[in-house]
């Protein structure tokens, strides 16, 4: 019995990576009929075949490097920030349900104001450098991972602290036992989406307004014509962003289980 | 009982939660007393809301209550013991971040134990309760009874003279609750501790019990102790003896009533509560 439903279960998941894996190689092949016999314009919708070309001298003459290491360079910054500032002020948050009343409400309704319109001020208090991209990334990434961190903290079952307490825990034993590992997996949640948004907002702020780095460097080669070019430049950025949430994920996951 | 020798003293203890005409209010206990004899196996018996939680976690500092006094081992108690008291609770709040064996040796972390006397202290714990096999085992992956019994050798290994348990059976089937006090008593019997076990079972507090304290409807307050005089280990049999029925019939007569007060309260009493108004 086990071995069928498991083996259903495998089968299922096969399916449905297979329909997963059809979809995409539909949509390059429509793509490419709408390039090549449909006739639509190249400057709007280049062969994908050139795209792949211009994807494989980017990787080869290794171009993208400076690029990429200013957006990981701000992205890691931003991170860097949002997680330490957003993690120290919603655990203290979390120890005063008078707190949580007023700062979470205020919070979330701040993480639900599109943060990007204030780009423009970013860029005037901090320049056209990596700096406004940092201070961005952090400021928007920042919200829901001290929106997490307070319900983390906030709603650990008072069952396991008086059953800790009874046992004569201190503070720290408390909080390293009881608090920090009931709380984490809401808080890596926190992190995984704050981490997202950090990719988006840096990326798309780098589209805006920008120096240097991959979004910059993709409306650069839209405002120069290479359609091409600026579509092998959107795969890599989507490779690797679909790279570092594996990633992230991953983390989470081992976090969870541990 | 010589009070001399009494593990637990208390006196006078009453409780209420919130004040005097808040919506909230409730007196839970009212003027109670009690003594537990050093190696007493005393059962709480009552219906619901009749405060034997409360007089539980007043006796284990867990909280104070708001008349009264109440002596462990010779100290009036004023916090958590951790030294002389550990708890078995209702839902065996196991840490489902840890396995068994993490849990037991957490519990003596917490209580100071030295870390090369923790894993023997735990094994034997473990063995105590014939969960050897679950020790890296996570309590999500256990039955009911199972955690039960984690739990209990938890309590076990900090090695504190008492013991208070707080329904420990009460999420268990009647088969699992069963073997469950059988083998308790068996490991209580060696053990010497003295334990207070709230339950709402009255089998199980004949069999696992020296004397059984019946408490009324709410407020609270001890209406009337009873010995069971047979000694431990109590052995199956025990269960089917004239002796066993004859207890068990005399609580259920105690209690009969205090219930009926308590489903008149909950019900009837909360609409005379308002046709009374704001006084």
């Known amino acids: 019995m086990a071995d069928t439903s498991t083996g259903l279960r495998r089968r299922d998941a096969l399916a449905s990576r297979l329909v997963q894996v059809g979809f995409l190689a539909a949509v390059i092949v429509l793509w490419y009929l709408a390039a090549t016999r449909w006739g639509v314009n190249r400057l709007l919708l280049p062969n994908p075949v050139a795209v792949f070309d211009n994807l494989v001298d980017i990787l080869r003459s290794g171009e993208y490097i400076d690029d990429l290491k200013v957006t990981l360079g701000e992205l890691a910054a931003a991170f860097a920030i949002s997680v330490t500032g957003g993690v120290t002020l919603g655990y203290l948050v979390s120890r005063s349900p008078y707190a949580i009343r007023v700062f979470e409400p205020l919070f979330a309704a701040i993480y639900a104001i599109p943060i990007i319109l204030f780009l423009p001020l970013f860029v005037l208090f901090f320049g056209l450098g990596p700096a406004s991209k940092i201070a961005l990334g952090a400021a928007i990434s920042f919200f829901p991972i001290a929106i997490n961190t307070i319900t983390g903290f906030g709603t650990v079952d008072r069952s396991y602290v008086t059953a800790a307490r009874s046992m004569g825990a201190s503070d720290y034993h408390l909080f390293r036992h009881v608090l920090v590992p009931a709380a984490l997996p809401v808080i890596l949640s926190g992190l995984r989406m704050g981490f997202t948004v950090a990719l988006l907002s840096i990326i798309g702020s780098e589209t805006l307004a920008s120096l240097a780095g991959l979004g910059h460097r993709i409306v650069h080669l839209a405002e120069s014509m290479e359609m091409a070019r600026m579509f092998a430049y959107i795969v890599f950025v989507i490779a690797i962003a679909a790279i570092l949430n594996a990633v992230v994920s991953g983390l989470e996951a081992r976090g969870r289980r541990n | 009982m010589a009070t001399a020798q009494a593990a637990i003293k208390v006196r006078g203890v009453s409780h209420q939660f919130g004040e005097e005409g808040e919506q909230r209010f409730v007196r839970a206990l009212a003027d109670t007393s009690l003594d537990v004899a050093r190696g007493e196996l005393m059962c709480l018996i009552g219906p619901s809301g009749c405060g034997k939680s409360t007089l539980l976690n007043a006796i284990g500092g867990l909280m104070r209550p708001s008349s ?212």
């Open chain 2, 68 to 279: 009264g006094s109440v002596d462990v081992m010779g100290k009036a108690v004023t916090g958590p013991l951790p030294r002389d008291i550990a708890f078995v609770f209702q839902e065996s709040a196991l840490f489902p971040w840890n396995t068994v064996i993490e849990n037991i040796e957490l519990g003596m972390t917490f209580q100071g134990v030295a870390k090369s006397e923790r894993a023997g202290r735990a094994g034997q714990a473990l063995e105590a309760v014939g969960l050897k096999d679950f020790a890296r085992h996570y309590p999500a992956q256990l039955s009911g009874g199972m955690r039960q019994r984690a739990a209990l050798a938890r309590a076990l290994s900090l090695e504190t003279p008492i013991l208070l348990m707080d329904e420990p059976f009460g999420a268990l089937d009647e088969q699992t609750r069963m073997i469950l006090g059988e083998d308790l008593s068996v490991l209580l019997a060696r053990s010497g501790r003295t334990i207070v076990f709230v339950t709402h079972s009255l089998g199980e507090a004949v069999f696992l019990a020296d004397r059984v304290a019946v408490f009324s409807a709410r407020p609270g307050t001890i209406k009337q102790v009873i010995a069971v005089d047979e000694p431990h280990p109590r052995k199956p049999e025990f269960v089917t003896s004239e002796k066993f029925t004859a207890l068990r019939n005399q609580l259920y007569g105690l209690l009969h009533d205090e219930i009926r007060k308590t489903v008149l309260q909950s019900g009837l009493g909360a609409a005379a509560r308002q046709d009374a108004g704001p006084a």
